[in-house]
């Protein structure tokens, strides 16, 4: 059975991705903080069926490769597929108003965890997928309009540096067995017991997005943009580079 490792598997963007990989037939191998994500994880889910949680600091420059090298030593299952969905809050209570200069670009450029959570994501991975060579590999990051908006300064810049990353992510694996993909999220999604009391998107209902990511080999070097529930129906996917 094909296997997602899913970074920031507990968070709003991670459980739908853990919906999309069981909803596809495959097993999860989820990285969580400590064994009280995990159970959040489970709860969130409802079952604990074909999930395998390992525990990781995503943000510790060996965090995934602790994991990847578990891999390797035949300790964890292989993986065929990496979702990326990391999210750190220490970075978030910066905003353009209190004082950008001195203190978010500070706080982004030195302490951008979540960017690096991903590079480093990245880094500990592809090589795997590369050495294994599945036909079927995929790599998937997600990014947020505030890279775009520029509404506060820690996550719009954030979010700009991972377009960047994705676009080196896409040209990088053109040639190669790994199909990366961004999705490009323009609106709230949350878990669907937070959802239900703030009006957001549903993870439930966001999940299928990836599953179509997973189902369709064509969706390869492509962001694949939701703005709003119209965009779950009919997926806006575009090709970033022509070949
Ligand atoms: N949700 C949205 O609507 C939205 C919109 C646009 C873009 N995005 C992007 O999607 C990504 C994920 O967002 P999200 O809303 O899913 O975030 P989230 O709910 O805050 O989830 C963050 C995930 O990262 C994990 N994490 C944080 N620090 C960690 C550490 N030191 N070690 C291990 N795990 C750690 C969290 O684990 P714990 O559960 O243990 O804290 C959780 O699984 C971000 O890049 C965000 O910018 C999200």
């Not at 495959?26 to 159970?39: C, D, F, G």
């Not at 960017?115 to 590999?137: C, E, F, I, W």
Request: charged share 20%; with cysteine; glycine share 6%.
């Amino acid at each position: 059975m094909e296997t997602v490792l899913v970074v920031g598997a507990t968070g709003n963007i991670g459980v739908s991705a853990v919906q999309a990989a069981l909803h596809s037939g495959l097993q999860v191998l989820a990285i969580v903080r400590n064994q009280a994500s995990a159970e959040k994880l489970f709860l969130h889910l409802g079952t604990r069926d074909r999930i395998i949680t390992v525990e990781a600091d995503i943000t510790s420059d060996s965090g995934v490769r602790s994991v990847v090298d578990r891999v390797k030593d035949g300790k964890l299952p292989p993986f065929q597929h990496v979702y990326s969905a990391a999210y750190l809050r220490q970075i978030m209570n910066v905003n353009f108003e209190s004082n950008f200069c001195k203190s978010a670009i500070r706080s982004t450029l030195m302490h951008d965890d979540e960017l690096m959570s991903g590079a480093v994501a990245y880094r500990d991975t592809v090589p795997y997928l590369l050495q294994q060579n599945h036909p079927k590999a995929t790599w998937t990051l997600c990014t947020g309009a505030s890279g775009d908006w520029g509404l506060r300064a820690a996550p719009g810049m954030t979010q700009g540096a991972l377009f960047a990353m994705a676009n080196v992510g896409c040209r990088d694996n053109a040639d190669t067995n790994v199909r990366f993909n961004e999705v490009y999220l323009a609106c709230r999604v949350e878990v669907d017991s937070s959802a239900k009391k703030t009006g957001a998107m549903k993870a439930s209902d966001f999940a299928p997005v990836y599953e179509v990511i997973l189902s369709k080999p064509e969706i390869k070097g492509c962001r694949i943009s939701v703005h709003g529930p119209a965009d779950l129906k009919d997926l806006k996917v575009k090709k970033k580079f022509e070949a």
